[in-house]
């Protein structure tokens, strides 16, 4: 009775609304999950490319670098009505707006990657006779993954927030219950709707980070204590 009670009294923490409106939650998190899932992704593909055309012609990468900040800087509200009359009313509206804000971070953190390998790395590959794609898949991306996870866990975790943004067009996960909590002043909806988004974040990001260490072995600091007492006997 009191659990109905908080809906009656529109308190912010309700745990009846958890209940009764369970698959509406879900459905709005699975969009959610799902806009963020093929933004990123997308990002990710789009901006490889890019930053490796920006490393291989200098020329190219004021431009690129300069156009990725620019979309960033573009107001999310404006960017999605511009994109509405090319793609309709649909999630494509949503995923192409983030994917143009994802990329003035991936791109720099691709290229910064790239620029912290060191130039004796690639020294040392070409002369057992690496060529350019085996060099940049082989030697050079392994190096960069610090760089490259830092910027895409910032780039998901933007995401995660600004896919509330598509609830204007309906496409917008967890922030459609946002926008209509607000609107009719639900309390339990606008908080349990926005602590999801949180969750989602921190989720996210620990998710990658729990993937940089695994693609990143020897960066813990067990394996370099164990590498430098290695490197300290052989001297010995």
Not at 46 to 67: D, S
Not at 130 to 152: D, I, Q, T
Not at 173 to 183: C, F, K, R, S, V
Not at 200 to 222: E, I
């Amino acid at each position: 009775m009191a659990d109905q009670n908080c809906l009656i009294a529109n308190d912010w923490i309700c745990g009846e609304y958890v209940r009764t409106r369970g698959p509406e939650l879900t459905d709005a998190t699975l969009q959610h999950v799902g806009i963020t899932l093929a933004s990123v992704v997308i990002g990710l593909l789009v901006a490889f490319p890019l930053a490796l055309l920006a490393r291989r012609w200098r020329g190219v990468a004021g431009p690129v670098l300069g156009a990725t900040t620019i979309l960033y800087t573009v107001p999310s509200l404006a960017m999605f009505s511009l994109l509405v009359p090319v793609f309709g009313l649909s999630a494509a509206v949503v995923v192409t707006g983030l994917v143009l804000y994802s990329l003035t971070i991936l791109v720099r953190n691709i290229l910064a990657g790239l620029a912290s390998v060191p130039q004796e790395a690639r020294e040392a590959a070409r002369g057992m006779g690496y060529g350019p794609l085996r060099l940049l898949f082989a030697v050079e991306l392994p190096l960069a993954v610090p760089a490259l996870m830092a910027g895409l866990r910032i780039a998901t975790v933007s995401t995660v927030s600004l896919t509330t943004v598509g609830a204007i067009i309906g496409y917008g996960g967890l922030g459609n219950l946002i926008y209509e909590g607000m609107h009719s002043y639900f309390k339990a909806q606008v908080l349990t709707a926005s602590v999801l988004c949180v969750v989602l974040a921190v989720v996210a990001d620990v998710l990658l980070l729990l993937v940089q260490r695994m693609l990143t072995p020897w960066a813990r600091p067990k394996r370099r204590a164990k590498a430098r007492g290695f490197a300290e006997k052989a001297v010995a």
